[in-house]
């Protein structure tokens, strides 16, 4: 009889719920397994202490946490397995996480809490399904600071289910003392610090040696019990007598063996410690043991000392191989070195392949070994006990046959690391199916069955190198890995999750061959910069390395040189020659970042911002810890780690000044009360005992005590104005101060008294200032433009003003050797200057689009850090010997303003550096060379025209002027041109070029004759309002201008007359005007965000407003063929249909800024725009069309976007998947594959898709590979 269809379908529910659930938990990183299990207690053993530790889990009390603390070998991981098997057997264990001394990843806290929460989620369904709901709703918590996971994926789920669960589940941590040094701190605060929050149904057992951190950290924790191990005498004797009697029959030997004597004996060596006796045994009954009572009696009869574990260890050693054949004892010594100071557990076959063994030969070694080595064929080999490595590593005796010297067995092993390295890694080694799929799309990659060997010294040749001594054969190897394997090593680290680290490994190979060899060191500093610029998305997709990196890498860079040839299938773009100094750009904030801080071991950043969020970052990657702090409900506008790091201090404008706990990112305490005005900015002293704050309202500061909250003596009052920055001197005995009433003040930390008179010199306000490292000098930033520097004892300035900024200097700081100078200032720029010279080094760090309120040296000097009003943090290389790449083609520094006139052949372009540039429009190359309109003269231009043959230059000038310059000499053609009364605004030629036309603020038109160098007839009068746009008609005879009165205008170009009425119909500025080509239409655009058609001859509108843009409009523009108009608004191109109005496609995004003029070439085929990001960008105007450019593949055409749209996290995309990764430094001047080419600071940028291979075919990008 068949079951109800109902039942079936319950089935086919939970099949499905089933797998649902087995997928959203295999994201949690756990703990594998570990490949050594301690054995259980012999029964009848431990019977007190197992019933004492039992009893103390099963009872809800204030100690969740038991901590089994004992010696070396006193047997507590044994006792853990015991009581792990016992809660097993009751359904009621939890997780148990068991590190290892040579098992280095498995100690990552947060695979140790990803392990706990799936053995819980296992133990009980409530608790699956209330984690399962976590994880489906949040899977970016797995990236979050360990506090945020432990919260939101193990304490809240577990608080939701807690009236479910009747408890206790328990949790077992053993050997907590063999975690890794670099993870260990993090683990005991997990501990001691996270796990006591848990629900009293969740209780842990730890195990651990009394360690002087372990015993700091648990010892003074009241919800930790303390469970000191001891061992009865009667329990070793057990435990010896049931292994003796297994021998006894193994080996069919009398009944009477070995007697009561003996064991009576064994059982006083083992000096109450377990690991003595199961070592003795395992020596005693051991596979290749002949006979075990002679092996017994050799045991017997050794005078054991003191140390007689270690004896033990000689005597099992000794008795298993013979140390006097030279090559057995090499190799068999170095295997057990190899196991001792392997970074994670290795199995023979792997130890054979770093080692250059032959298969089988590790495993032929290690049989000997069973008393000590732990290892069974092709599983990872391990140290029976924690005591055997210090007793190999550290002897007493360095003449034993086995004793091996660390730096020499490092060598060896990093031989071995480069030499497998070097013959093992290949091109798209995990045969990655297809480059527009992440990393963590393709299924079961990680797991790919590469040789555990090759994984191995894929991530840990770096650590073996940085522990032994100088070497030519060893340097050898690595150049050969370097110029041979380098980019295939990185397909491992992106594969492994490595990146973090790939950096650190670089840099250890770099100190190792500081100085020495100047080539590899070269390529070391050149592929570090390589890691770091492209970190983002080597650790996303190993294709990428390939696809994205190599060829977006500058010219000059080694890395390039080296591999570039081998892969001829890439994009092909014309890259700056070197590096520039931006290296990372920190997204997240949304709203203007106004403080930055770095942890004072450098690894991490804090910010605040406007958005009233705090979020620290990982320094090295740039990527986001965790979740922004939570707490601050206004602006947060200072910050400041302690100087021990554990602890940050962070204001917000509505004088909360809160305290942190660093590690944990919680709030400690309540908010310090006490100011009387408005809080602008804290300081730590250096001791990190004492706050001082600056208070905006009542020109005060405030010192404050950190542990209590509390003020210290009274406000500190001199300044008449209020105080914009306060620091701490490097002694902590002083502060200094800087305020609007344009002084900087020192005072006394003790009394508050200020000390000498204030400190005069800047003509603006100041508004930050920094002591150097040393205490001798003080560095401030002004409104005023300039940084100065003063000696902090006299008072006096030093040397003339650091200039060289063009707005208020914002924010200081010193380089940790006090040799340099950070600013930032509103001009959008970073400088760094020599504090000796006060010269500037190099040009300014752009790479900000808003003001630059935060600057920061990293702790170790090589790094700057900095916010900005748009909305970013970013990070900086601050290697003053680097250049800072190139100088723009054409022009003589960057091109931050760009403004065009074009006559179809040339475009000439307009910078803030006051010089002009013309460009071929066909090939983007400098025509001539810079023009400098402004050499030795005062103000700025504010227009320009190119006249149509290409011989002559217009510009107006904000001096009221106009003036005409031969392109080809650079020279005046005519005395300037004068009768406006204000800045002329805008400028154009006449068709045939023999007139000009300009207007002003001054509300007026003004016709010129460049023949004559004067005015023609009368003004042209009538705008109310300043004049924004001028243009003649095609056959010279009129003349259109907008204004700011909201109006359109004609004029008749002989007279002067206006031809009708005003063209009224914008409710607010006209920005630009333009006739069509045929002269029967008038465009305009307004800051009203709509562009209007107008009848030329009626001055009648044409249809309705076109509307679309979102922002004003500020330019416009006709095809050549009338058929459409252009338009640039905000940061975004349009194409409009001139006949229905309709906006054509989507926005042109591309530039980061606003965009001043736009204009179609000739051809109607491109598009020519400029913005204040200092970019021209021409446009493909035909996107879509069945053509595709030379530039690009047919394929390559088919894949992109019809249009652009922003970068999404550095990426261009199409329907088809990730196509391209633009780092940071190329993206606000990347030549979109939309764009013919575009003009850059760095030179003129072209993208060249025609051999570009991806997707399913991306490994044809090899040649070798085809």
């Known amino acids: 009889m068949s079951s109800h269809p109902l039942s079936k379908l319950s089935s086919w529910l939970d099949i499905i719920i089933l797998v649902e659930t087995q997928r959203i938990l295999a994201q949690l990183r756990h703990v594998k397994s570990a490949s050594l299990v301690p054995r259980e207690c012999l029964a009848g053993t431990r019977i007190n202490i197992l019933g004492d530790i039992t009893e103390q889990l099963m009872t809800v009390s204030k100690t969740p946490i038991i901590w089994l603390s004992g010696v070396a070998g006193s047997g507590k991981s044994t006792i853990a397995t015991s009581i792990s098997q016992y809660f097993r057997a009751l359904g009621r264990l939890g997780a148990v996480i068991r590190f290892a001394r040579n098992d280095v990843g498995h100690s990552n806290p947060i695979m140790v809490l990803h392990s706990i929460v799936l053995g819980l989620a296992n133990a009980h369904p409530d608790i699956e399904q209330a984690i399962c709901k976590v994880l489906a709703h949040d899977y970016q918590l797995l990236d979050a600071a360990i506090e945020s996971q432990f919260q939101e994926l193990l304490l809240g789920p577990l608080d939701s289910v807690k009236q479910h669960i009747v408890g206790p589940f328990i949790v077992i941590i053993d050997a907590v003392d063999e975690c890794a040094t670099n993870f260990r701190e993090d683990m005991i605060n997990l501990i001691a610090k996270l796990f006591p929050k848990l629900p009293t149904a969740i209780r842990l057992l730890v195990t651990a040696r009394p360690d002087a951190d372990i015993t700091s950290g648990f010892g003074n924790a009241s919800t930790i019990y303390q469970h000191r191990l001891t061992t009865e005498p009667e329990d070793i004797s057990l435990y010896i007598h049931n292994r003796l009697d297994i021998i006894r029959q193994k080996h069919n030997l009398d009944s009477w063996w070995p007697g009561k004597d003996r064991v009576t004996h064994l059982v006083s060596l083992s000096g109450n410690l377990f690991i003595w006796a199961v070592t003795a045994l395992n020596f005693v009954g051991e596979r290749t043991a002949f006979y075990p009572p002679k092996r017994l009696d050799t045991l017997l009869h050794t005078p054991f000392r003191e140390d007689n574990l270690n004896q033990l260890y000689t005597l099992a050693l000794e008795s298993n191989g013979d140390w006097n054949d030279l090559e057995f004892k090499e190799s068999a010594t170095l295997i057990l070195a190899t196991i001792a100071l392997s970074k994670l557990s290795l199995t023979d076959r792997a130890i054979d392949s770093i080692l250059g063994f032959t298969n089988d030969f590790t495993a032929r070694v290690l049989r000997h070994f069973g008393a000590v080595i732990e290892w069974s064929p092709e599983q990872p080999a391990q140290i029976l006990h924690a005591s055997f490595g210090d007793f190999l590593l550290h002897p007493s005796d360095k003449t034993n046959p086995w004793f091996f010297e660390i730096a020499e067995a490092n060598k060896i092993l990093t031989s071995g690391c480069l030499t497998l390295l070097q013959k093992c890694l290949r091109f798209n080694i995990y045969d990655f199916p297809d480059s527009h799929l992440l990393n963590s799309e393709v299924p079961g990659l990680g797991e790919s069955p590469l040789p555990v060997g090759l994984i191995y010294a894929s991530r840990f040749w770096g650590s073996h190198l940085g522990n032994t001594k100088y070497d030519g054969k060893i340097v050898e190897l690595l150049e050969g890995f370097l110029r041979n394997k380098f980019l295939f090593w990185l397909e491992i680290v992106s594969v492994q999750q490595e990146i973090s680290s790939a950096e650190s490994t670089l840099m250890l190979a770099q100190k190792y061959i500081h100085g020495k060899y100047q080539t590899i060191e070269m390529f070391l500093q050149d592929a570090r910069k390589f890691i770091s610029v492209f970190a983002p998305v080597i650790s996303q997709s190993a294709p990428h390395i390939y696809v994205s990196a ?583 191109v349009r194409i409009w249909d001139t006949h229905t109005g309709a906006c054509i496609g989507v926005p042109f995004q591309g530039h980061t800024a606003f965009i001043g003029c736009v204009t179609f070439l000739p051809d109607g085929q491109h598009i020519v725009s400029g913005s204040t990001d200092g970019i021209v960008r021409i446009w493909d105007a035909c996107i879509g069309a069945s053509k595709p450019d030379d530039h690009m593949s047919e394929l390559s055409v088919h894949l992109l976007p019809k249009h652009p749209d922003t970068f999404e996290d550095g990426w261009i995309s199409s329907a088809a998947g990730r196509l391209i990764w633009v780092p940071c430094f190329l993206q606000s001047n990347f030549c979109l594959p939309w764009c013919k080419f575009v003009i850059t600071p760095h030179g003129v940028m072209a993208l060249d898709l025609s051999k570009f291979v991806h997707g399913t075919e991306w490994a044809k990008c090899m040649e070798a590979y085809q």
């Open 550 to 1132: 190599l060829p977006l890498t500058p010219r000059d860079s080694v890395v390039r040189q080296y591999f570039l040839s081998l892969f001829p299938h890439l994009l092909q773009y014309t890259v700056p020659n070197s590096w520039v100094k931006l290296e990372k750009v920190l997204w997240g904030h949304t709203d203007k970042v106004t403080c930055v801080a770095l942890s004072p071991n450098g690894e991490l950043i804090v910010s605040g911002s406007h958005d009233h969020a705090l979020r620290m970052w990982e320094a090295s990657s740039g990527a986001p810890v965790g979740n922004p702090l939570q707490g601050p409900t206004r602006p947060v506008i200072s910050l400041a780690f302690s100087a021990d790091g554990q602890y940050i201090i962070s204001v917000t404008d509505d004088r909360t000044v809160q305290i942190w706990d660093a590690r944990s990112r919680a709030p400690i305490g309540d908010p310090l009360p006490g100011c009387t005005g408005y809080v602008n900015c804290v300081a730590f002293s250096p001791d990190g005992q004492h706050i001082v704050s600056a208070s905006f309202h009542d020109q005060t500061m405030q010192i404050w005590d950190t542990s209590s909250g509390a003020p210290i003596g009274n406000p500190l009052q001199g300044h008449t104005e209020y105080v914009s920055c306060v620091a701490f001197s490097p002694d902590g005995q002083r502060i200094v101060s800087a305020s609007h009433d344009k002084t900087v003040q020192i005072w006394d930390a003790s009394s508050g008294a200020p000390i000498g008179n204030p400190l005069q010199g800047h003509t603006g306000e100041v508004s930050s200032v920094a002591f150097s490292p040393d205490g001798q000098q003080i560095a401030s930033g002004s409104w005023d433009t300039t940084v100065r520097i003063w000696d902090a004892s006299s008072g006096a300035p030093i040397g003339n003003p650091l200039q060289g900024h063009t707005d208020i200097v914002y924010c200081v700081a010193f380089s940790p050797d006090g040799q340099q100078i950070v600013s930032g200032s509103w001009d959008t720029t970073v400088r760094i200057w020599d504090t000796h010279s006060g010269a500037p080094i190099g040009g300014p760090l752009q790479g900000h689009t808003g003001w630059v309120y935060v600057v920061a040296f990293s702790p170790d000097g090589q790094h700057i850090v900095s916010g900005s009003d748009d909305k970013t943090v970013q990070i900086w290389d601050a290697d003053t010997s680097a250049p800072l790449g190139d100088p723009l083609q054409g022009h003589l520094a960057h091109a931050e303003d760009v403004e065009f006139s074009t006559n179809g052949q040339h475009i000439l372009s307009l910078s803030d550096n006051k010089t002009m540039q013309i460009w071929d429009t066909s090939s983007g190359a400098p025509v001539g060379h810079p023009l400098h309109p402004l050499r030795n003269r005062t103000g700025w231009v504010t227009s320009v025209a190119l006249s149509p043959n290409g011989q002559c230059i217009a510009f107006g000038l904000n001096d009221h002027t106009v003036r005409i310059w031969e392109t080809s000499t650079g020279t005046p053609l005519t005395r300037p041109l004068k009768g406006h009364t204000q800045s002329v605004t805008s400028i154009a030629f006449s068709p045939d070029g023999q007139r000009i036309v300009s207007g002003s603020w001054d509300k007026i038109l003004r016709i010129w004759d460049p023949s004559i160098g004067g005015a023609v007839g009368h003004p042209l009068k009538g705008h109310t309002d300043s004049v924004s746009s001028v243009a003649f008609s095609p056959d010279g005879q009129c003349i259109v201008s907008g204004s700011d009165d909201k109006t359109v205008r004609i004029w008749d170009a002989s007279s002067g007359a206006p031809i009708g009425d005003p063209l009224k119909g914008h409710t607010s500025s006209v920005t630009s005007v333009a006739f069509s080509p045929d002269g029967q239409q008038i465009i305009s655009g307004s800051r009203d965000r709509t562009v209007r058609i107008w009848d030329a001859g009626t001055c009648a509108p044409i249809g309705d407003p076109l509307l679309g843009c979102t922002e004003s409009v500020s330019c416009v523009a006709f095809s050549p063929d009338g058929q459409h108009i252009v338009s640039g608004s905000g940061d975004k």
